[in-house]
């Protein structure tokens, strides 16, 4: 006859059980911080100019490697001052960081002068620090391109051209504790690149950050858009090609990452959409075999009015008026949407896709004195310093949280199928820049849409370009 479990027997079980799912926990944490590989260091020669050059090395006869490999000896043509098209000030201009000016000596062939202020010398390593966590500190160089040199910045963002009369916000640069972040170089990212894809998945902010690279790289070449017609996709799809790098950068629209359908609107509001969050995107995994580098981020468009499903079954609602509907927080919604779009890149990896994938986590927006559309404005014009910054709260730190958690699970089954998933984690750094955003200067004053303040979207030139000198930074370990 079978002995009763005792009362204090299921205690033990429920205690052991639990203690098992911590360790897990803990071991998943340190993997994640400890199985990234430290990054290629650059060296500056300093002994003669006659024999000053920039080695930037390593293997590339794979043209899927997740490495940055080229041995390139390249001088960056001589640039012009970058000039700003401002209306209050026509004659604004921004010379060239001295980073980006040719030596004087004509047997020079360094890409980077070695008096930049950026480069490491006496500190430590970006491998044996956390580059998210830091300060913004003055850059008198900045900003590195303007709205006049780069022809690609989306009109919303094109803060000067708009009027904004404050320039001081484009003069700061991210500096982690204990370490330098590089700036992203242009003709050692583009060489990198020859011959390779990297794409963008996301919202508007995911386009935000593909037009900053552009302009970041238009130092060297600018893009030419591919011809819709030959897209599969032409709504939802853009290709830039970089010829004389056979470089293509691509940007799919996909705000949810997972399938979604426009509800009609039958209440004059917004209008609500149907989220499949089990269910991929079909727009943009077909794609992911070609691809080399993916970028993925979402959070923005979860706030608006859904239903969501899980295997065709209302799962929940948010917004929306269905009497009787489960509820399902947006919070887990956009989890599950990223674990979805997680796996389906790990089901790419089965069919040829072996690039890397990089997670950038939320970006915060600054609306103070009410939100976008009772009031909100952001009219700060410098970043918070070191403890000024409020806390990232409500839904923007359970988004953050629950996106890392998912990342964190994709590396560890990635690690074993041969996949490779990095962090992008920005969220504490745009956090402390409430100046970075249009605002009003999104539009011109009689402009219907003048009345809404934009501060979710980032200005270009503008704090947004941290993030590809940290995507630089993360493809090159």
Known sequence: MMKPVGFFSVIKFVFMSSLLLLCLNITL??????????????????????????SFSS?????????????????????????????????????????????????????????????NRGKRSTASCDVSKGEWIEDEQAPYYSNMTCGTIQEHQNCMKYGRPDMDFLKWRWKPDGCELPLL?????????????????GDSLARNQMQSLMCLLSRV????????????????????????????????WSPFLVRAAERSNQTGGNPAWNLYLDEPDPLWPPHLPAVDYLILNAGNWFTRPAVFHLNRTVAGCEYCPIPGAPFLSIRRANRRAFR?????????????????????????????????????????????????????????????????????????????????????????????????????????????YAKYRDCVHWCLPGPVDMWNHFLFHIISI
């Open 29 to 54: 944490s340190l993997y994640t911080r400890l199985s990234i590989r430290p990054p290629l260091i650059f060296s500056f020669s300093s002994s003669s100019s006659s024999n000053h050059s920039n």
């Open 59 to 119: 293997n590339t006869s794979s043209s899927n490697s997740s490495n940055l490999n080229i041995n390139l000896i390249e001088k960056i043509p001589s640039l012009p001052p970058a000039t700003i098209n401002h209306p209050h000030n026509s004659n604004y201009s921004v010379s060239p960081p001295s980073a980006f000016t040719p030596s004087s000596s004509s047997s020079s062939s360094s890409v980077i002068n070695s008096s930049t202020p950026v480069q």
């Open 185 to 201: 170089d242009p003709a050692l990212f583009l060489e990198a690149m020859r011959g390779k894809n990297l794409a963008f998945v």
């Open 221 to 252: 070449e600018s893009p030419k858009e591919e011809e819709k017609t030959a897209l599969p996709s032409p709504e939802n799809l853009t290709r830039m090609v970089y010829p004389n790098h056979n470089f293509t950068i691509w940007i799919f």
């Open 340 to 448: 979805t779009a997680l796996n389906a890149v790990a089901a790419a990896g089965r069919r040829g896709f072996k690039g890397l994938t990089v997670v950038r986590t939320v970006s915060p927006s600054h609306f103070e004195g009410g939100e976008w559309n009772s009031g909100g404005d952001c009219l700060r014009t410098g970043p918070f310093r070191r403890g000024e910054a409020p806390r990232l709260e409500g839904l923007e730190m359970e988004m953050y949280g629950e996106q890392r958690k998912e990342l964190w699970k994709a590396k560890w089954e990635g690690r074993r199928r041969g996949l490779d998933f990095r962090l992008m984690d920005t969220t504490a750094a745009m956090l402390m820049r409430p100046d970075g955003h249009p605002g009003r200067y999104g539009h011109w004053p009689d402009d219907e």
